[in-house]
């Protein structure tokens, strides 16, 4: 496999495909020695099922292992770190990837509970875990989905999990997409398997999932995200990390460069969505600095009220960041806006109490 290729295979024994395409990309050739210490990255970023549209199935993550165990690599761990808001535990449990770390003896690392140190990215400084740090081989396993700040998310964006959550808050404070890029030069990721089976278009935490039953291969990350933005629509300016990222010589930015090879083809007809709730839904609100689980948690909280005819009725706009603490204003979400007339408190609030708060607060006026 060459590092401009992108590898996708169709199915539903998510297993089985993840290994199938792993031996077509001579993964294990890519690996220095069998001492190395592999990593595997997924995205657990809050507790749901990966059903939903927001979490890599565990299934590619024992495929992973089984491929890598089966070619005596030995030295395998997974390691993951919520967003703030949510336990990295509740997410691993739910989503079983503590059965498959007894089912295989590898590891699961909860890095909201790791020691960190900060480095030198590219210029800017940045707290990275120190499990992180000391892997040899990095293999990311990310959800190829939406996001409501940054568009898309998935093997740039997805590194996030390997810092800590003060780190997390501060990426917000310096608007995403700088710090994400930056990030790359520190910790390069050696291969990626994405997870494109049923990735929500809208939202990280997923509630709305398109079902592709797909798994790709990349080696490039930001070439993968290039393609990835091709793939859902956007154009790669409107995702600013990628140039940022290649500017860095973190990778390739123009998606027409991967070559992209079915290994078969999928049964039925794929379909994507034509359009995104995220758009509509975001007009209502000024976010500034705001964090993932905040911002993530507010827009389906909105949809539900869309869904029930009450979205229309609310005239003042939301709202929400770091950038408000300490101001006052009429209507806020979160702990930041405390002072604004209006408030739900939280850090983060729920998206139910999201919705009960907005919902109330629509039928008052």
């Known amino acids: 496999m060459e590092n401009t290729e992108i590898l996708a295979i169709y199915g539903t024994d998510y297993k089985e495909m993840t290994k199938k395409i792993l031996k077509e990309s001579h993964l294990a050739e890519r ?26 199935h565990p299934e590619i993550v024992a495929g992973i292992i089984e491929y890598l165990q089966e070619h005596d690599f030995r030295n395998l ?27 295989y003896q590898v590891p699961f690392l909860d890095l909201q509970k790791d020691t960190y140190e900060t480095y030198d990215c590219a210029g800017l400084d940045l707290k990275i875990c120190d499990e992180a740090i000391k ?10 989905k939406g996001h409501c700040q940054t568009k898309i ?4 964006k997805n590194m996030k999990g390997l810092i800590p959550n003060t780190e997390k808050r501060h990426f917000h404070a310096m608007g995403l997409h700088k710090p994400i890029a930056h990030l790359s030069t520190r910790l390069r990721q050696d291969f990626i398997v994405v997870d494109n089976i049923c990735g929500d278009w809208d939202f990280e935490d997923g509630g709305n999932p398109v079902v592709m039953n797909r798994i790709m291969a990349a080696a490039d990350p930001v070439l993968c995200d290039a393609f990835v933005c091709h793939l859902m629509g956007y154009e790669t300016e409107e995702v600013p990390y990628i140039k940022i990222a290649e500017d860095l010589g973190a990778g390739l930015g123009d998606w ?20 995104r709730k995220v758009v509509e839904l975001a007009d209502a609100v000024e976010e500034v600095e705001s964090c993932s689980a905040c911002y993530g948690y507010l827009l389906p909280a909105l949809q539900k009220l869309k869904e029930e005819g009450l979205f229309e009725k609310l005239q003042d706009k939301i709202c929400i960041g770091q950038g408000y603490r300490g101001k006052t204003g009429k209507l806020g979400i979160g702990q930041c ?11 983060p609030p729920t998206e139910e109490e999201i919705y009960e708060f907005l919902k109330e607060y629509v039928e008052k006026r």
């Open 153 to 156: 998310t998935c093997a740039l």
């Open 31 to 56: 690996i220095p020695s069998k001492e190395c210490r592999v990593g595997m990255k997924p995205n657990l970023v809050s507790p749901s099922e990966p059903s939903w549209g927001a979490t890599t």
């Open 256 to 275: 027409e460069l991967a070559e992209f090879r079915e290994l078969n083809q999928p049964e039925t007809r794929i379909s994507t969505p034509r359009e």
């Open 337 to 347: 806006t405390r002072k604004f007339e209006h408030h739900l408190l939280g850090c």
């Open 77 to 103: 761990v997974i390691l993951e770190g919520s967003w703030v808001g949510d336990k990295t535990a509740e997410a691993a449990k739910l989503c079983g990837y503590y059965d498959i770390a007894e089912k």
């Open 135 to 144: 892997l040899d081989f990095l293999i990311n396993v990310p959800v190829m």
